[in-house]
């Protein structure tokens, strides 16, 4: 093999286990961004959550996020994710037609020096109203509280952050500002934010 082609991947370790074969690879993890306009302030509020001492970065805050279960999708396990840490049944809210989840993640973070090698697949979930959020559903000592920030640049600097989703926010408030500024913020931003973050990822659509 000529140095061109050489990668810089190294093979999968391997374990046999009660005669199955188990693979020690990276884990699958999912963000979800949950959205809703809030009409009364004229700006957009996020869903996040001050995580507990029974899990790493106690007293940060984070969007609602977690790993993938055998046997789910990604788009369920944002579901679960958000039901679990936030209570908030996204099925039920989408049935109702209160919520949308994107089918496609806006961003896939693989990078191998990224946190803990995860893959990282972000979600933005879209709801037309401000529904309360519950900690009922959450392992105990996972989520301290609950609460609906504005999009802000502001109100992102007050608390400190796990997992860069202060820089997740960050671009949202740079989004929306940019369309306040110009008179186009409304409920549809959302998905304007979104159709620009996929024409990003695949610039010959």
């Given at each position: 093999m000529s140095d061109?082609?050489?990668f810089n991947n190294r093979i999968n370790p391997r374990f046999q286990v009660d005669g199955r074969v188990l693979y020690d690879s990276r884990s699958v993890a999912v963000t979800a961004i949950v959205l809703a306009y809030d009409a009364g302030v004229g700006s957009f509020r996020a869903l996040v959550g001050e995580r507990?001492?029974?899990?790493d970065h106690s007293g940060k805050w984070c969007l609602c996020c977690g790993y993938l279960d055998w046997d789910e999708s990604l788009q369920e396990a944002v579901r679960r994710e958000v039901f679990e840490e936030a209570g908030?049944?996204?099925?039920?809210?989408e049935a109702a037609?209160?919520?949308?989840?994107?089918p496609e993640p806006i961003f896939l973070q693989s990078d191998p020096a990224a946190h803990r090698q995860n893959v990282t697949a972000r979600f933005v979930i879209e709801l037309c109203r401000l529904v309360e959020p519950s900690t009922a559903n959450a392992e105990p000592g996972e989520v301290v509280q609950l609460k609906w920030i504005q999009v802000t640049h502001a109100e992102i600097a007050e608390r400190p952050w796990a997992f860069h989703h202060d820089e997740i926010l960050g671009e949202l408030?740079?989004?929306?500002e940019r369309e306040k500024n110009d008179g186009s913020l409304d409920a549809g931003s959302t998905r304007r934010f979104y159709r620009a973050m996929l024409?990003?990822?695949y610039p010959f659509a």
């Open positions: 061109s082609t050489r507990g001492e029974a899990v908030l049944d996204l099925r039920a809210l037609g209160d919520a949308v989840v994107a408030a740079t989004f929306f024409e990003r990822r």
